[in-house]
């Protein structure tokens, strides 16, 4: 796969790795070598945070998304780092973005940084991770409950006859990359059925965690108990 352009949500992470000053730079892969491999994109980004102090973390996860985009592992066959790094000047080079733009003597540094980058396995093995668990059309990203009270009127302008409690769930998800909702209405006895669904796949979720235990296969989520 050949690095034509660059996707306008990878920018800003490309940037920041090209504009940000040595010692940062130091820190950042510092604190990529310490963190374990994941499959989750929030453990790796809040383990980058904890120990960077110097980018923010709209700075971090703008950068990760960057990497796991370019990641080897996610190629088959693997692509040779250094070419990727090479492609991807020369797609920076030819976009003409202002905030991609390189020297030609930045351009040796920006490649050395990816190249580094993109050779520590929690960059490269935690993004085949993660593309193995979001390789789905659509993929959870988050919920909440609205819950309200809902009078019932035999006439208007009567006392209302009794209430109905109604709660609104909420479902935030990614379709193919982009942000998505949905909502559905719920009463009582819903809530109580999706209770014992969520008990029974955690139930199922710990017998399969030590399933995998005692394989001897790292469980790449267990960083986030």
Excluded: W
Excluded at 22 to 27: I, K, T
Excluded at 127 to 144: G, L
């Amino acid at each position: 796969m050949s690095i034509t352009g660059i996707p306008e949500r990878y920018r800003p992470g490309l940037a920041r790795i090209r504009s940000m000053g040595e010692d940062d730079f130091a820190q950042l892969t510092s604190a990529l070598r310490n963190c374990p491999i994941v499959a989750r994109f929030p453990l790796l980004s809040s383990g980058v945070a904890s120990k960077v102090k110097t980018l923010n973390n709209r700075e971090i996860d703008d950068i990760l998304m960057a990497l796991f985009s370019l990641a080897p592992s996610l190629s088959e066959p693997e692509i040779p780092v250094d070419k990727t790094a090479s492609e991807l000047v020369d797609a920076m080079r030819a976009s003409e973005i202002e905030d991609l733009k390189l020297s030609p003597e930045d351009e040796a540094k920006f490649k050395g940084r990816i190249t580094t980058l993109l050779n520590i396995p929690s960059v490269n093995m935690s993004a085949k991770a993660y593309r193995v668990r979001t390789d789905y059309p659509n993929v959870f990203r988050d919920a909440r409950i609205l819950s309200d009270v809902r009078h019932v009127f035999d006439k208007p302008g009567a006392k209302p006859i009794g209430s109905v409690i109604n709660h609104t769930l909420l479902i935030e998800y990614y379709s193919h990359g982009t942000h998505e909702e949905f909502y559905v209405t719920l009463d009582g006895e819903d809530l109580s059925k999706l209770k014992k669904v969520f008990e029974r796949a955690e139930a199922k979720a710990a017998s399969l965690k030590s399933l995998i235990k005692s394989s001897g296969v790292p469980d790449l989520d267990l960083t986030s108990e």
